[in-house]
C-alpha cells in the first residue's frame, strides 16, 4: 500500500489505531499471531546434524578416522572399534561444547538487539524491536536506528539517513503532508524506512510495515550475513594449531622410523605415531577457548555489562585508561533543581528526585513563586522547552525522557504550574539539542496567537547569544556588568557541584520568517536553574580499586569545570597534582601538544563529542588502551576509535551501541569495573587450561620418546593415549574456565596488549610440568615392568594410571600463578566434579572387563594405587614448595 499518498489520518483509520492511546495489547497479540515478529529472515542457519558432522571435519579427526580404516583393513577389529568409540565420543563432547557456545551468543545477541519506543495502551514504553506491530505509534529521536517502516504524523526538525536503502548518504528533511503522485522510495519524504538513521530531530509516526513486508526486506539480499570474526587469542591459538600440526607429522614420521628400526611391528607403530600426533594437538583447545568467553560473557550480562564483541573480553584485560562521562556513568543520573537565580530573585528549593513535593525558599523565610513573576516564568519556559514527560505509578513519580529536562518539570510542579498551564502553549517548531551546541530551541503559540522562542542550555553558551535581560518592566540592555554578576554566580553554583541550566526568550513577529540561527539571537535572558546530580555511592569504590589495578580513571564532561572539579574531589578521583583540561583549551591544541600534557590531565570539561576522539587518540599515542564512554550519534567516531567503546544501555543512541564493544545496562561505572575484573579472569582461565593442556600433552609426548630413545617397550597404547588425551582431559579444562579469579586479579597492572600466549612464564611452566609429568609416568612404567615381558599389560596400566592422576594433580596447580597451597583446593566445586568424573571413567576402563581387552589394562591392588598415587603427586608438590 501507498502509505505516503494518504492523510495521517486516514493511516491511523485503515490501521484501526487512536493516535493519542496507541494499541491495546489484544491488538498487538492479534497481529503478531497475524503477520509475526518483525525480524527479517536470516541466513541458513547451521542445524544441529551439521554441527555434529562439523566435529569429525578436524585434521586430526580425520587422521584417527584413517587410522580406524586402516585397523580393520589389517583384521585388528578391537583397536579398530576402541578408536571409533573414542572418535565417537570426542564429537560428542565437541558438539556439546559448541552447541553451549552458539546457544550463549545467540541469547547474547536478542540481549544487545534495538528497542523501540512505542505508545501502547496511553502511555509510553521501551519493547524490543521485534515486537513492534502495524499500527504502532513509535517516537523517534536523534540517534535512533529504525527497525519499521513508519508513516510520520508529527516531525521537529527532523532529518534521517537513508544510505542504507538509497546510497545517497545526505540526510532527508522529513515532513508530515501527503503526496499525491507516485515517487520512488527516495522521495517519499514523510516516510521513515526500517535500516534507516534519524541524524537530528525527533517525531512520531505509525507502524505501516514490519519484518519482511518492510522496503528492507523487500531488498534483503543486500543484507550480508556475517560470520562471527575471531578473537585475536582464537587467531594465536589457531596458528599455534599449525605449528603443532607439523610437529605432529614431523614427530609421527620420526616415531614410526625409529620403532621399525627397533623391531617394533609397522601396523604397532603406525598407530604409535598417530597416536602421538593425536597427543601433540590439544584438539579440544578453541572448543573450551570459545565456551570460556562465552560462558564469561553470560557472568558479565549478570553484572550488567553485554559483551557485543568478544575480542573485547580480551583487551578489557589491558585497559590502562578509562574516560568516562560524568553524568549518568558516575553519578546517578536522577537531577533535583536545588537552586533558581534571576537577575532579582536567588531563591533554594527543598526536595529529592523526581518527588513534586517542595519548598521555595528566600533565605530563611519560604515563599511562594507563583507571586514572583520571573522565577515563574524560569519555570515555565524551562518545562516548555522540554521533550520529557513525568509519569505518576504506584505512588511514585518516574520519568520518560532526559534527566536534565526531568528536574525542570519537578521544579515546575513544585511551584503549582499544571499540565492544564502548560496546554495553553502549543509548540510549533523545534531546534533539538546538540551536544555540540549546547543548547535547544522551541516556538511556542499562546493562546492569543502570539509567538515566542523559548531557548534552554548551558549558560556560558545563552550568554553571548542573549542582547536583553528579563527586567520588571519587561526586559532591558544587558550590560558587561550583568554578565559579570551572572558568572560570579554560576561559578558559586559549579563550586557547590550544581549544574547550571540558562533559560532564555525572545517574542518573534507574526509576519517574519525566521532562520534557526536568527530564532537563537538576541534572546531575553531570564535565569538559570542550579540541579544536584550525586555520584553514585559505588563509584568512588570502584575508581579506587581501578588504581589498585594500574587503571587510570578520566572524567569527561560538558559540564562547568568547577561543577566537574568538585564532583572529581568527592570521588577522590583527582590526585594533588592531577589537571582539569577544558574545551578551550584542547583546541588550542594539536595532537602532539595534547599527548604531552595529557597523563597530567584526569578531569575534560566543557568538551564536546569531537573532543573525545582528540583524548582517545592523544592517550594512544602515549600506548595507553582506553576505554571511551558514550552514549550519543556524536559519541560514535571516539567509541570506534578506542580499543574498547563503551556504550550505556539505558541513555545510548542506537548508533553508540552500533560502534560499541560493549553496552552498560545500568549506565554505571562501577559496571565497567567489574566487567574490567571479568575479563581479567576470564583471560586468567584460558591461560590456566591452556597451561593444564599442553603441559599433558608435553608429558605423553616425552614418555614415549624417552621409552623408545632407552629401547624399551611402548609405555602407553594408542587407545590409552586417544583416552587421555580426547575424553579425561577435557572436563578437567573446562572447569578450570569456570573458576574464580584469585584475590589479586584487580592488584595487578594491566597485562601488555602484545602480550604472547605464552608470556609471563606460561611457556615454561608447559615444559617444566610436562617434563616431569612425562617422567615420573616413565618411572612409574620401567618400575612396574622391571625387564619382564609378561608384566607389559600390568606396567602399562599403571603407567595409564600415573599419567591420568599426574595431570588430574596438576591441574589443581594450574589455578594458581603462584602456588598450588595458596588457594582453597575446594573454592571451585566444578573442578572437583570433574576430576571426580575422569577419575570414575579411569576406573571403568581399567575395571570394567569389557574394556580390558580395547584398552591393555588389567586390575590394580591397592597398593599399586599407594604407588601411583605418591609419584603422580610429585611434580605438583615439587613445584608447589619451590612457588611457596
Known amino acids: 500500500m501507498k502509505w505516503y499518498q494518504y492523510h495521517t489520518e486516514d493511516v491511523a483509520r485503515k490501521l484501526s489505531v487512536d493516535e493519542k492511546e496507541g494499541l491495546t495489547e489484544k491488538q498487538v497479540q492479534q497481529r503478531l499471531k497475524q503477520f509475526g515478529f518483525n525480524v527479517l529472515e536470516e541466513g541458513k542457519q547451521t542445524n544441529l546434524l551439521m554441527l555434529f558432522i562439523r566435529q569429525f571435519q578436524d585434521f586430526m579427526v580425520l587422521v584417527l578416522l584413517a587410522a580406524t580404516l586402516v585397523s580393520g583393513l589389517l583384521g585388528e577389529y578391537v583397536d579398530a572399534i576402541a578408536i571409533m568409540a573414542i572418535v565417537i565420543m570426542n564429537g560428542v563432547l565437541g558438539f556439546m561444547q559448541e552447541q553451549k557456545a552458539e546457544k550463549s551468543l545467540a541469547k547474547l545477541k536478542q540481549l544487545s538487539a534495538p528497542q523501540a519506543h512505542v505508545r501502547r495502551e ?60 507516485d515517487v520512488e522510495l527516495g522521495d517519499q519524504y514523510n516516510m521513515a524506512f526500517s535500516g534507516t538513521l534519524v541524524t537530528r530531530g525527533s517525531g512520531t509516526g505509525i507502524v505501516v510495515g514490519t519484518g519482511m513486508d518492510t522496503a528492507m526486506g523487500q531488498i534483503a539480499s543486500l543484507l550480508v550475513h556475517t560470520e562471527r570474526v575471531p578473537t585475536p587469542l582464537e587467531r594465536k591459538l589457531a596458528q599455534l594449531g599449525k605449528v603443532l600440526i607439523v610437529t605432529a607429522l614431523l614427530l609421527t614420521a620420526f616415531v614410526v622410523f625409529l620403532g621399525v628400526y627397533q623391531g617394533h611391528p609397522l601396523y604397532n607403530m603406525f598407530l604409535a605415531g ?12 578453541p572448543a573450551i577457548v570459545t565456551v570460556a568467553l562465552s560462558l564469561g560473557v553470560q557472568r558479565m550480562i549478570k553484572r550488567k555489562a553485554i559483551v557485543r564483541k568478544l575480542s573485547a573480553v580480551e583487551t578489557l584485560g589491558c585497559a590502562t585508561v578509562i574516560c568516562s562521562d560524568k553524568t549518568g556513568t558516575m553519578t546517578e543520573n536522577e537531577m533535583t533543581v536545588k537552586q533558581l537565580w534571576t537577575m532579582d530573585e536567588h531563591l533554594s528549593v527543598t526536595g529529592e528526585g523526581y518527588d513534586v513535593q517542595g519548598t521555595f525558599y528566600d533565605g530563611s523565610s519560604q515563599v511562594q513563586p507563583a507571586n514572583i513573576h520571573d522565577i515563574q516564568q524560569l519555570l515555565t519556559f524551562g518545562a516548555l522547552c522540554n521533550n520529557t514527560t513525568l509519569l505518576h505509578k504506584q505512588g511514585r513519580y518516574t520519568i520518560d525522557g532526559d534527566p536534565t529536562e526531568g528536574a525542570l518539570l519537578v521544579a515546575a510542579r513544585k511551584a503549582g504550574i ?81 549544574r547550571t541550566i540558562a533559560v532564555c526568550y525572545k517574542p518573534l513577529k507574526k509576519d517574519k520568517t525566521y532562520t534557526d540561527l536568527e530564532l537563537e539571537q538576541d534572546l531575553v535572558f531570564i535565569g538559570f536553574t542550579g540541579m544536584i546530580d550525586p555520584p553514585r555511592k559505588e563509584v568512588k569504590e570502584a575508581i579506587e580499586q581501578c588504581k589498585q589495578a594500574g587503571i587510570k580513571t578520566v572524567m569527561i564532561t560538558g559540564d562547568h569545570a568547577k561543577t566537574a572539579e568538585a564532583i572529581a574531589g568527592d570521588l577522590q578521583l ?44 592523544a592517550f594512544q599515542r602515549k600506548g595507553h588502551v582506553v576505554a571511551m564512554t558514550g552514549d550519543g550519534v556524536n559519541d560514535a567516531p571516539a567509541i570506534k576509535a578506542s580499543d574498547i567503546g563503551i556504550a550505556m544501555g539505558r541513555s545510548g543512541t542506537d548508533v553508540a551501541k552500533e560502534s560499541s564493544s560493549l553496552v552498560l545496562l545500568d549506565d554505571n561505572f562501577a559496571t565497567i569495573k567489574a566487567a574490567i575484573h571479568e575479563g581479567r579472569n576470564i583471560y586468567e582461565n584460558i591461560r590456566k587450561f591452556i597451561r593444564y593442556l599442553l603441559a599433558s600433552n608435553v608429558g605423553e609426548i616425552l614418555v614415549m620418546l624417552f621409552a623408545m630413545l632407552l629401547a624399551l617397550p611402548l609405555p602407553l597404547v594408542p587407545v590409552q593415549i586417544l583416552w587421555v588425551n580426547l575424553v579425561t582431559d577435557g572436563l578437567p579444562a573446562m572447569a578450570l574456565g569456570l573458576d574464580k579469579s584469585e584475590g589479586d586479579v584487580m592488584k595487578t597492572p594491566p597485562r601488555n596488549a602484545r602480550e604472547g600466549v605464552f608470556s609471563r612464564g606460561l611457556g615454561f611452566k608447559v615444559i617444566s610440568r610436562g617434563i616431569m609429568i612425562g617422567l615420573v609416568t616413565l618411572l612409574a612404567f620401567i618400575m612396574a615392568y622391571q625387564g619382564d615381558p609378561e608384566r607389559l599389560v600390568y606396567a602399562q596400566t599403571v603407567a595409564f594410571s600415573t599419567l591420568v592422576m599426574a595431570q588430574l ?76
Open 418 to 498: 499544571t499540565d492544564d498551564e502548560l496546554n495553553r502553549f502549543n509548540v510549533i517548531y523545534e531546534i533539538p539539542f546538540d551536544s555540540t551546541r549546547k543548547r535547544m530551541s522551541v516556538v511556542i503559540e499562546d493562546e492569543y496567537k502570539q509567538r515566542f522562542v523559548i531557548t534552554k542550555g548551558a549558560p556560558d553558551v545563552l550568554i553571548p547569544r542573549s542582547s536583553y535581560r528579563k527586567h520588571i518592566a519587561g526586559y532591558v540592555p544587558l550590560k558587561h556588568k550583568d554578565q559579570q554578576r551572572m558568572n560570579r554566580s554560576i561559578n558559586n553554583m559549579a563550586e557547590q557541584a550544581l
Open 122 to 181: 496511553g502511555e509510553w514504553r521501551k519493547i524490543p524491536s521485534a515486537e513492534l506491530v502495524a499500527g504502532d505509534i513509535v517516537k523517534l529521536a536523534t540517534g535512533d536506528r529504525l527497525s519499521a517502516d513508519v508513516r510520520l504524523v508529527r516531525v521537529n526538525g527532523l532529518e534521517v539517513e537513508e544510505s542504507s536503502l538509497t546510497g545517497e548518504s545526505i540526510p532527508v528533511a522529513k515532513k508530515i503532508e501527503p503526496l499525491y503522485e
Open 809 to 884: 594433580i596438576h591441574v589443581f596447580d594450574c589455578r594458581s600463578e603462584r602456588s598450588v597451597f595458596a588457594r582453597n583446593p575446594f573454592g571451585n566445586l566444578y573442578l572437583i566434579a570433574a576430576v571426580l568424573s575422569s577419575v570414575v571413567l579411569l576406573f571403568i576402563v581399567i575395571y570394567y572387563e569389557p574394556l580390558q581387552g580395547p584398552f591393555h589394562t588389567t586390575d590394580l591392588a591397592a597398593r599399586d594405587w599407594l604407588g601411583i598415587l605418591g609419584l603422580s603427586a610429585i611434580p605438583t608438590l615439587l613445584w608447589g614448595y619451590s612457588k611457596r
Open 574 to 617: 583527582i590526585p594533588e597534582d592531577g589537571k582539569v583540561m577544558e574545551g578551550y583549551e584542547l583546541n588550542a591544541m594539536n595532537e602532539e601538544q595534547l599527548a604531552a600534557a595529557i597523563e597530567d590531565v584526569y578531569v575534560f570539561a566543557r568538551v564536546t563529542p569531537e573532543h573525545k576522539l582528540k583524548i582517545v587518540k
Open 274 to 285: 598417530v597416536s602421538l600426533a593425536v597427543a601433540a594437538i590439544p584438539e579440544g583447545l
